[in-house]
């Protein structure tokens, strides 16, 4: 008998669903950045899972004895994933929410708003833009 390695499907499959409640913890408190963080582990884990799953598929399936733990896996894994979909699209709403928020205000008191000159502090108040004139006679 060989040691599951993390190319496994049931490893795999785990080691995803763990991943996706954890994001989806951080998706449900609306901790984008840090749920973000999580991005490049869970783009490992997904082609962890993949890899598995058809290293699975070309060497014959699943033996009998592990499929009704796979079935339960796989449950896991859509379950997950569903709530990971709807989370994520609320977080990208409310973000976008809040984005539309600061633009209303900027353009309703534009002379007001606060500007930032090239070294990052605030610019100070702001001159009419350079004009010429000239006339014939």
Do not use: C, W
């Amino acid at each position: 008998m060989t040691t599951p390695s993390i190319d496994d499907l049931p490893t795999a499959s785990a080691a995803l669903a763990v991943l996706l409640e954890q994001e989806n913890r951080l998706l449900e408190a609306l901790d984008l950045a840090a749920a973000a963080a999580l991005l490049p582990a869970k783009q490992g884990a997904a082609s962890t899972f993949l890899r598995a799953q058809s290293r699975t598929q070309s060497s014959g399936g699943i033996a009998p004895a592990g499929r009704a733990a796979m079935t339960g896996l796989a449950a896991r894994l859509r379950t997950l994933a569903a709530e990971n979909r709807r989370l994520l699209e609320r977080g990208l709403a409310a973000q976008g929410r809040v984005i539309a928020v600061i633009a209303r205000a900027v353009r309703a008191h534009p002379a007001t708003a606060p500007r930032y000159g090239a070294s990052g502090a605030l610019a100070g108040p702001r001159t009419p833009a350079p004009l010429a004139i000239s006339a014939r006679m």
